[in-house]
């Protein structure tokens, strides 16, 4: 009889194995208490509202009570959406996300009227103003603020914009409740056992050295997006005419430019890199070959890509002991970086570790200026990949403790952009530490590919998406329908250019859209690859470099928001504003196929 593996539920994880939320708050109850406290606390916002641009003080005054504000409802909405990501299924567990999601819009509607107020601020009292002492924490916002200026409305109309808060991601809600607790994907046979089939286990069956286990996973994961295609595209669809309707309303000339303009990136910067990573698809394509030569396979199909091309190094490491590998690669950062990182991992408990029934998928760094830099993980004692996403996670937490500790509240919360530099910085460490702790030839290979794949991921694929994400947003933008067969056939394109001529195509690849969590979050994905660009340039300035280098960086670490990240991350010695370095990190990525075929 075949044994099966099952999933554990979340009342059978043990207590030390999940993240401490009684540091947000002791109870549901007290949790409770402070969300009643606010729903009274937030309607003061009315007392504001004419006097606000009276004079520096009294504005002073509304952006402190905002600060206060908003201090609480990021305590309140971290512990229901971390409660809920343990568990989707929890009908107590969605009840805080939706009541905590509807306070959250009413905040916002009863504060809308302060960004188009100052907004209306005449120019000269507005610099008068931002030479005010009472201002000086505030400074930077009201700058940012101002930038905004043609595509902030009136009140009235921002207030009916802040009203439809609740639906404006409700396209991502469902793709999430379908692709993290309806569909369920069978199990997969292997060694003699049957495994459940999830998103957790699907990327660690494709590293399977038995080719009929990888199809098997495949199959039966994108068999289950083909059932709900239709579904599927219209969620998908849902989501993009809702960033082409708020491109719209907000005076964009496309969703990208609205995307970008947060971080003020230029569109140049997202062409730039789809077009330099197309320049150098050639290489992607000789390392696709090089992994079909040594597989010694006749036909290279997409579950094939994932195997490590040296599967007889078996990968065995538990939680614990990847702490202390991660905190060793981790040392040129100093021992206070290190001493930190290494108590919220373990004794702090802000890992919540392993993959239970009903938990949210991948893993996710998420904190708060008074909240930890909480870290959930499906971690894998047996897959390397673990090891570097709790790096990464990591690098995201270390992020957030800095800010949260060197920026007032108004610019700590950085963005996105930077965020991907500082986990895949962290990434990178752990790698060189690996392949200089190698004990032969055969592990160097095995981290020298697992390097590749790393890029092949973040960079290429990543790229890949993102042009994906540019191509459905063009087609809506021009009038044109997203129906299920466009977006099967933009991507079976978006795939053949990618992997080359030599790929097998499987069919069932042509849905691979559909199960992309990201997608929903436009425009995101591309700061995946800026990132590793960004992060490898930095990484080797660490780790070559002195001293002022290190500080560079962790001053980087405790910038926050507090200029824009292209700014940012030049003073830390990256330029992302030309494609240079994306260039020199398609040379990077040929170094190491060609590194790999001589350790081969």
């Not at 849902?238 to 569109?267: G, H, I, M, T």
């Not at 963005?415 to 990178?428: D, G």
């Not at 329908?481 to 195509?505: C, H, I, Q, S």
Request: charge should be neutral; include cysteine.
């Amino acid at each position: 009889m075949v044994k099966k593996t099952q999933i554990i539920t979340r009342d059978q994880v043990p207590v030390e194995d999940t993240w401490n939320l009684t540091r947000i708050f002791k109870s549901r109850a007290a949790w409770r208490r402070a969300f009643t406290k606010l729903e009274e606390q937030f309607l003061q916002y009315a007392d504001f509202k004419k006097r606000m641009t009276q004079s520096a003080e009294e504005l002073a005054a509304l952006l402190e009570f905002d600060v206060n504000i908003e201090k609480q409802l990021e305590r309140i909405g971290s512990y229901a959406f971390l409660n809920q990501s343990t568990d989707l299924a929890s009908t107590e567990n969605q009840e805080l996300v939706s009541v905590y999601s509807n306070l959250a819009t009413r905040i916002q509607e009863a504060s809308s009227y302060i960004t188009p107020q100052i907004l209306a601020i005449p120019p000269k009292k507005m610099s008068a103003y931002l030479e005010a002492e009472c201002l000086k924490d505030f400074v930077i916002t009201l700058k940012k603020i101002i930038r905004q200026k043609k595509h902030v409305l009136s009140q009235k109309e921002e207030r009916i914009l802040a009203m439809q808060g609740e639906i404006v991601g409700s396209a991502g809600d469902i793709f999430r409740k379908l692709n993290d607790t309806d569909f369920k994907f069978g199990h997969v046979k292997v060694d003699g056992q049957s495994m459940e089939l999830s998103q957790s286990t699907y990327s660690l069956l494709l590293e399977s050295p038995k080719r009929s286990v990888r199809k098997s996973a495949f199959t039966q994961l994108f068999g289950k997006y083909g059932e709900f295609g239709n579904t599927l595209a219209e969620t998908y669809n849902a989501s993009v005419l809702q960033d082409v309707y708020q491109s719209k309303v907000r005076n964009f000339s496309s969703s990208l430019e609205r995307s970008l303009f947060v971080d003020d990136v230029p569109v140049s910067v997202y062409d730039n890199l789809i077009s330099t990573v197309h320049d150098h698809l050639h290489i992607n394509h000789r390392f696709l070959a090089l992994l079909k030569k040594t597989l010694k396979l006749r036909d290279l199909h997409f579950y094939d890509t994932y195997v490590p091309l040296v599967s007889s190094i078996n990968w065995k490491m538990p939680y614990d002991d990847a702490v202390e590998l991660i905190c060793e690669a981790l040392q040129p950062l100093g021992a206070p970086y290190c001493k930190v990182l290494k108590k919220g991992l373990t004794k702090d408990r802000w890992v919540d570790r392993y993959e239970n029934k009903g938990k949210r998928s991948g893993a996710f760094s998420a904190g708060g200026y008074e909240v930890a830099p909480y870290i959930l993980m499906n971690y894998k004692p047996d897959s390397l990949q673990s090891v570097y996403t709790l790096a990464h996670e990591a690098g995201h937490s270390m992020h957030t403790w800095f800010s949260a500790k060197n920026q007032h509240f108004s610019n700590y919360d950085y963005t996105i952009f930077v965020a991907e530099v500082a986990s895949t910085f962290n990434e990178q460490l752990l790698t060189e530490h690996l392949l200089q702790t190698a004990k032969d030839k055969r592990m160097k290979a095995y981290i020298v590919d697992r390097e590749i794949n790393q890029i092949r991921a973040t960079l290429i694929r990543q790229t890949m998406f993102a042009e994906f994400e540019k191509i459905s947003h063009d087609i809506v933008e021009s009038g044109e329908a997203l129906t299920l067969e466009r977006l099967k056939n933009e991507y079976t394109a978006l795939v053949r250019a990618y992997f080359g001529p030599d790929f097998a195509f499987d069919d069932q690849l042509a849905m691979e859209w559909a199960r992309i969590p990201h997608f929903y979050s436009a425009f995101y994905v591309y700061k995946y690859a800026t990132g590793l660009t960004a992060a490898t340039a930095l990484s080797q300035k660490v780790l070559h470099g002195n001293k002022s280098d290190r500080d560079a960086y962790l001053n980087f670490l405790k910038s926050g928001a507090s200029a824009f990240p292209l700014e940012l991350l030049k003073k830390a010695g990256a330029d992302l504003s030309t494609p240079a370095p994306v260039i020199a990190m398609m040379q990077r990525f040929e170094t190491l196929v060609q590194q790999l075929e001589e350790l081969l």
